[in-house]
């Protein structure tokens, strides 16, 4: 009988068990096409939103691939960390500009010789010097900077002091130099690959190919913040993925049209819809003997009740003032925004959101590619920023940008092969902006962080960048993340930072 419930589950969900999904760098290579207006209905979106109830609640593909299933089972025997009391409201945005950002043209050497070592070394991948968009940042290190022409809104939210840029930055297990990089001492697994690399920055911890994310684990400490516990305080744009799965808490997919994903024919009126309903409710109240199976039915029907309660939530918002441009990763942070005004409703603290832009694995015309995607980019990045301002929200969300590593400073004839350090930003109310935080690298070949071709050591470790946005979104009143708890969710800090009682890694957050 079991197996019986099972497979109708399975069959009136439409839901397929594939061994293996998608490599995350199939997912970067065609990015490109990901960013036309097209349709969402395709193997990507249905795998990662698993089809029908794309288990939207609690994201039941996580539980495959993670072994989420027996986490969720196990959950009511792992004893609560103290956590803040919830009375105020945070969120962390994150974009993944996969497929490895050219991020030495996003942020630019602007002065005179710093110009010309930058323009020696890119040839014909240089930007004009006349077209960077100059930034006067608080702090100098004597040399002048710029920003990529298409970022006009992060250009005018970093002067006004809602933007910072981190240098170099990228995986590391620890500080790493030149000739360690050599002896190949404690390096990151699978350097120079897209899956490995994405895969190091959404868990933090490069010595291994962990599948739990910093986001996930921030999450397992801090969930009983929000009042509902019964959808997820990860929600993702893109389906699944590593940076917000934890041991407990597994992330909430929904979509940019109309939020959650509900089973088909659910919520519908009439008599055959009815009696469909009727049936999945059934089966859904079918009694398991198995842990896993009693897990399972749970996490079915829990996607079914929660994408009722999450779409009457993000229905009931009034419209927006801003409008977004017709990109997929402005509709992303359009439903992005909705969430977050439908915080109230939905009895949120805390939220984590995680938001996909592909297409820059440009080994070819990547001049051309990285613009239109620098382009949509700020324009998504300004809509956003002015619907904050709209809902009050801008001082309790912050924005930050991932990649799975730069690209070389060299040309190989028309484009940039993969790289490791580079430059991010980020973006919000509560940040110490119009800074550039870490050490910007020189750029000529054979400096002392290159390891050939510009491919350059990071001088600064994702576990600094995502550490002191761990802390700003666990910081409530009167409560704040232990040295513990830190240490829990990057393992590796230590060996860049020692947590102490009000410190930040690197001061970029208020």
Known sequence: MDRLCDHALTRLCGIEVVSEFESIEKRANRGNMRNKKTSRVSRRSFVGSLGCAALGATTFLSGITNLGLMNVAAASNMPLVPIPDGSDYKALVCISLSGGNDSFNMLVPKGTSEYQEYAEVRTNQALDQNSLLALNPINTDGKSYGLHPSLVNLQSLFSQGNAAMIANVGSLVRPTTLVEYMNRQDLPLGLFSHSDQQMHWQSSIPQSREH????????????????????????????????????????????????????????????????????????????????????????????????????????????????????????????????????????????????????????????????????????????????????????????????????????????????????????????????????????????????????????????????ELALWFGESAGSSLSSTQLIDIFPNIESFWSPSPGAKPLGFMS
């Not at 921030?218 to 929000?226: K, M, R």
């Not at 909430?252 to 089973?263: E, H």
């Not at 109230?344 to 051309?368: A, I, P």
């Open 212 to 467: 739990i994310g910093w986001g996930g684990r921030l999450a397992d400490i801090l969930y009983e913040t929000n009042n509902n516990q019964n959808i997820s305080m990860n929600i993702s744009l893109d389906g699944t993925n590593i940076y917000q799965t934890g041991n407990t808490v597994a992330g909430y997919t929904i979509n940019p049209s109309n939020g959650a994903v509900i089973i088909n024919g659910y919520e519908d009126t009439g008599s055959v819809p009815v009696a469909r309903r009727t049936a999945i409710d059934g089966l859904l109240n079918q009694s398991y003997q198995n842990i896993l199976q009693t897990t399972y039915r749970d996490m079915l029907r829990g996607a079914a009740d929660n994408s009722l309660e999450f779409s009457s939530a993000i229905a009931a918002v009034d419209p927006f003032t801003t409008t977004f441009a017709d990109t997929n990763i402005s509709e992303d942070l359009h439903m992005v925004a909705k969430t977050i005004a439908a915080r109230t409703s939905l009895d949120m603290c805390r939220q984590t959101f995680f938001v996909n832009l592909g297409g820059f694995d440009n080994h070819d015309e990547v001049l051309t590619n990285h613009g239109t995607l620098m382009q949509q980019l700020d324009e998504a990045i300004g809509s956003f920023w002015s619907v904050l301002q709209e809902l009050g929200m801008e001082n309790n969300v912050t924005l930050f940008t991932m990649s799975d590593f730069a690209r070389t400073l060299t040309s190989n004839g028309n484009g940039t092969d993969h790289g490791w350090g580079g430059n991010a930003f980020v973006v919000g109310g509560a940040v110490n902006g119009q800074d550039i935080y870490g050490q910007y690298p020189d750029l000529y070949l054979g400096n002392s962080l290159d390891t050939g071709d510009g491919r350059l050591i990071p001088t600064t470790s994702c576990d600094e960048y995502f550490a």
